[in-house]
């Protein structure tokens, strides 16, 4: 039985834009990690093995720091054609949703038996070299796992010398950068994300000025708020550092919209009228209302305006240009 049947049986290639794919074989054994904004915001996590890509679902996405680990859901093989598939399987498909590739690279097994072999008894040890991710990993399969599917994928303790996540990768970036760019935005440190940030505000000026060190965009009359986005999970906060998650439950897609597991947006949540003006006293209808009603909802509908990147994916931005910042946040939407 082909190594690829059970993901053959599930598609319809007709109405998909997934590789069909053959089993083949690789000079040197490949992986590669997709964001997958299906029905609900995963990481797939795949290894080259027999021919095939065997793969894993990995909700929270695979572990960046050492010791940590991740469920991760056994699922069928995938072609190695896949390891390259970005773009969107349309809804009534199979896995309906945005696919892009967040690391690729390729891998090493450790120890004696093959990575088949080790896979088959349930303690696959390897070693990764990403673009992102490069170090030790396990996937280990749960004991008390019913049907077998159920692994752990384990960040090991020992580290590489050129160490873990170490450039900032934005995928999905606009026409000016190159698709698979790897971006080192000068500026830009390596930190943990921040619990809570202060947002700049607008001060008074006498008169309106023109100078070629200052940016200028549309003042929009509606709420500002710092969207804090963590493994598909999105967290809205007020200039006061209010939690208005709940004022706004139409946003919570915002996760799947930006490719990036960890970051923060610094933007305006607005209503808009019939000619795409900010309208406040519309939105105003909205504010302290937690739960709003479908009507409410639909009667002052909001769209969220992001402006700045203050956050990406281990790396603090504050301290880096601004007109980077705002590239790579127009590269990180989708």
């Known amino acids: 039985m082909s190594p690829l049947a059970d993901y053959r049986k599930k598609r319809n290639f007709s109405a998909t834009p997934e590789p069909k794919g053959l089993a083949q074989k690789s000079k040197t054994p490949i992986f ?14 795949r290894l080259e093995i027999n021919g095939a890509l065997a793969s894993w679902a990995v909700p929270k996405g ?28 349309p809804k009534g498909n199979y896995g309906a949703g945005d696919v892009q590739i967040w690391d690729r690279g390729t891998f090493e ?16 040890k390897f070693v990764l070299h990403g673009e992102r991710l490069n170090g030790r990993f396990a996937l280990v399969q749960m004991r008390r796992s019913e049907n077998g599917k159920d692994w752990l994928l384990i960040r090991k303790k020992e580290e590489f010398a050129s160490g873990l996540g170490s450039k900032l990768v934005i995928r999905g970036a606009p026409p000016k950068m190159k698709a698979d760019a790897q971006a080192e935005l000068p500026g830009a440190v390596k930190a943990p994300m921040p619990e809570k940030l202060s947002v700049t505000l607008a001060t008074l000026a ?11 965009e549309i003042k929009w009359d509606g709420e500002r708020a710092l969207a804090f986005i963590h493994d598909g999970e999105v967290e809205l906060r007020a200039r006061s550092d209010r939690d208005i998650t709940g004022e706004y439950p139409e946003l919570k897609e915002l996760a799947k919209r930006v490719v990036a597991r960890k970051a923060i947006l610094d933007g305006e949540i607005v209503v808009l009228d019939e000619s795409g003006r900010s309208n406040f006293s519309r939105i105003q209808q909205r504010f302290g209302v937690m739960k709003p009603s479908a009507a409410l909802q639909q009667s002052s509908p909001v769209t969220y305006y992001a402006f700045d990147l203050l956050y990406c994916d281990g790396y603090d931005l ?11 946040l127009r590269g990180l939407l989708s």
């Open 109 to 124: 097994v450790e120890g004696d038996m093959s990575a088949g072999d080790q896979v088959k008894r349930g303690d696959l």
């Open 62 to 89: 695979p572990p960046e720091e050492p010791g940590e680990k991740r469920l991760a859901v056994h699922v069928e093989d995938h072609p190695l054609e896949y390891a390259k598939f970005e773009g969107t399987i």
């Open 32 to 45: 590669v990690i997709q964001r997958h904004a299906a029905r609900r915001l995963h990481f797939d996590f």
């Open 318 to 328: 504050r301290q880096a240009e601004l007109e980077q910042r705002k590239e790579l």
């Open 206 to 216: 006498e008169k309106p000025f023109s100078d070629p060190a200052w940016l200028y």
